[in-house]
């Protein structure tokens, strides 16, 4: 089985999923998050101090965050297709104020709806040390 690996067509469709849900986190679009998950109790989150099973969970921890404190630089971005109905997107960022290097993965499903988010995972490294000289 031959599987192309970022057709320009997948990965564009992806990236601008992508570029929606970065947009609808920092400016805490719930509905878009929600909407950019898949509504499924096999979905999953591993963030920074919790783990969500389900669609459900998810958007219960949605609708408690916190909206401020949101914004974020994203470097080292990295979407990957493969064939025409899955992909993957893995993160750095830094949150503003803050020198911790966070790293998000997620998993993207091609379903009946659109692009959806099935499987994502968020880490942060602590602040790198600051050595006397």
Same mark, same amino acid.
């Given at each position: 089985?031959?599987?192309?690996?970022?057709?320009?067509?997948?990965?564009?469709?992806?990236?601008?999923?992508?570029? &929606?849900?970065?947009?609808?986190?920092?400016?805490?679009?719930?509905?878009?998050?929600?909407?950019?998950?898949?509504?499924?109790?096999? #979905?999953?989150?591993? %963030?920074?101090?919790?783990?969500?099973? %389900?669609?459900?969970?998810?958007?219960?921890?949605?609708?408690?965050?916190?909206?401020?404190?949101?914004?974020?630089?994203?470097? &080292? #971005?990295?979407?990957?297709?493969?064939? @025409?109905?899955?992909?993957?997107?893995? #993160?750095?960022?830094?949150?503003? %104020?803050?020198?911790?290097?966070? &790293?998000?993965?997620?998993?993207?499903?091609? @379903?009946?709806?659109?692009?959806?988010?099935?499987?994502?995972?968020?880490?942060?490294?602590?602040?790198?040390?600051?050595?006397?000289?």
């Amino acid at each position: 089985m031959t599987m192309e690996i970022n057709a320009p067509a997948v990965l564009a469709e992806v990236t601008a999923a992508f570029a &929606r849900y970065e947009d609808a986190l920092v400016h805490n679009k719930v509905e878009v998050l929600d909407e950019l998950f898949w509504d499924s109790p096999l #979905t999953l989150r591993y %963030g920074v101090t919790e783990n969500l099973y %389900g669609a459900a969970e998810i958007q219960a921890f949605r609708a408690g965050r916190p909206s401020a404190g949101l914004m974020r630089e994203l470097t &080292r #971005t990295v979407i990957t297709t493969y064939g @025409t109905d899955y992909a993957t997107a893995n #993160t750095e960022f830094r949150r503003v %104020g803050s020198e911790a290097i966070g &790293r998000q993965s997620q998993t993207w499903l091609r @379903t009946p709806a659109g692009w959806r988010v099935v499987a994502a995972h968020v880490s942060l490294l602590a602040a790198p040390a600051v050595s006397a000289r």
